[in-house]
């Protein structure tokens, strides 16, 4: 049994085979399927997608970090309300990315830490992109750490001190997808080191397939090939990292 932890599923790129794409991971094992969100313009068909396998998809509340700009007020007020009516099992994703743009970064760190305050206040977990901000990430993390914190580092890509680092905040786990499969990606090194007992998995579907569907639209189905590269670098069986990183998940989400 798999949990995908990281997929946008309502995304477009599914429109045509939405259901037949749900099916075809069930029929390998995963079993629960957890949707980020993005920014307003992705509430509505998450929520109907959630709405539709209540038993199998769960909804997260947050504003990507992508979706950050000059003035949130507003936006950040929306994602407050809808956190607040109970409806979602999760904040994300939300964090801050520096690859693209660096212009808002001061805006960013600040939707972000409000964002983990009311992770904190609202006993949800933190769903975390720090894509190229590493260091300006977990600053914050760990600024605001506590007994009433928990979270997740969504597409981990880091180094074995990164990694110890984020282990270190107790209740946090790695987030290990397809770049685990990457010849040159760096993460099936680190997690030779690290080892699985901090991990989830996740696809973070449409994007970032694992070989050997590399460069092609990515799906829950793929994530036994993610287990089976985790497995081989940590000297796990796929059944014991299907076991620790259910387990894993279970108790981060609490679903």
């Not at 939300?94 to 743009?101: E, K, N, P, S």
């Not at 001190?161 to 770049?179: K, N, P, Q, S």
């Not at 973070?204 to 639209?217: N, Q, S, T």
């Amino acid at each position: 049994m798999f949990i995908d932890t990281h997929a946008h599923l309502y995304h477009q790129q599914f429109a045509g085979d939405r259901e037949a794409m749900l099916a075809r991971a069930v029929d390998v094992g995963v079993t629960k399927f957890f949707l980020p969100n993005v920014d307003h313009g992705s509430i509505e068909g998450m929520d109907a997608m959630a709405a539709a396998h209540p038993a199998t998809c769960f909804a997260m509340m947050g504003l990507h970090p992508c979706s950050v700009g000059e003035v949130n007020d507003e936006a950040l007020d929306e994602v407050e309300r809808l956190l607040r009516t109970g409806r979602y099992c999760g904040v994300g994703e939300v964090g801050i990315d520096l690859y693209w743009d660096k212009t808002w970064i001061t805006q960013q760190q600040e939707a972000f830490r409000q964002q983990v305050r009311w992770a904190k206040e609202l006993d949800l977990p933190v769903v975390i992109h720090c894509r190229n901000s590493f260091a300006e990430t977990i600053a914050v993390v760990e600024e605001e750490n506590g007994d009433d914190l928990r979270g997740v580092f969504h597409c981990f890509t880091g180094s074995p001190e990164e990694a110890r680092r984020i282990i270190a905040l107790d209740g946090f786990m790695l987030g290990i997808g397809g770049v685990i499969t990457y010849p040159r990606g760096g993460l099936y090194e680190t997690m030779q080191v690290v080892g699985a007992e901090q991990c989830v998995l996740e696809t973070d579907a449409p994007y970032l397939a694992p070989v050997p569907f590399r460069g092609k639209r990515n799906e829950s189905a793929y994530i036994p090939h993610i287990a089976e590269k985790l497995a081989l670098a940590t000297g796990r069986t796929v059944a014991e990292i299907a076991s620790i990183t259910t387990t894993n998940a279970e108790r981060l989400f609490r679903r």
